[in-house]
Nanobody
Framework: QVQLVESGGGLVQAGGSLRLSCAASGRTASTYTMAWFRQAPGKEREFVAGITLSGASIFGLDSVKGRFTISRDNAKNTVALQMNSLKPEDTAVYYC?????????????????WGQGTQVTVSS
């Protein structure tokens, strides 16, 4: 079993920054790949970014490229999402997820473990 706990969400004005963090505990083999998803009201959960144990990363949304950065600290088993130049359309619940897969999946169904989510609200 793996437990994922997100932190760092909140309310920010457009143009501001937030840093989300996700701490993983339990079976570290199931955290080879860690990722961030987000879900806005009335919309499906979407892949934001993922990163492997070796540091390879991908972004799933063109709208966040150049504004968001994903990183991980393997010693602490944490993954972070640095979000800069935030826009109202970034408002969503952000979820941390993990999988033992070595190729970063974009589909929610391919992640075995999920955090409880953290709310990010960007005001205009």
């Amino acid at each position: 079993q793996v437990q994922l706990v997100e932190s760092g969400g909140g309310l920010v004005q457009a143009g501001g920054s937030l840093r989300l963090s996700c701490a993983a505990s339990g079976r570290t083999a199931s955290t080879y790949t860690m990722a961030w998803f987000r879900q806005a009201p009335g919309k499906e959960r979407e892949f934001v970014a993922g990163i492997t144990l070796s540091g390879a990363s991908i972004f799933g949304l063109d709208s966040v490229k150049g504004r968001f950065t994903i990183s991980r600290d393997n010693a602490k088993n944490t993954v972070a999402l640095q979000m800069n130049s935030l826009k109202p359309e970034d408002t969503a619940v952000y979820y941390c997820a993990s999988t033992r897969r070595v190729v970063i999946p974009r589909s929610t169904s391919l992640y075995e473990y999920w955090g409880q989510g953290t709310q990010v609200t960007v005001s205009s």
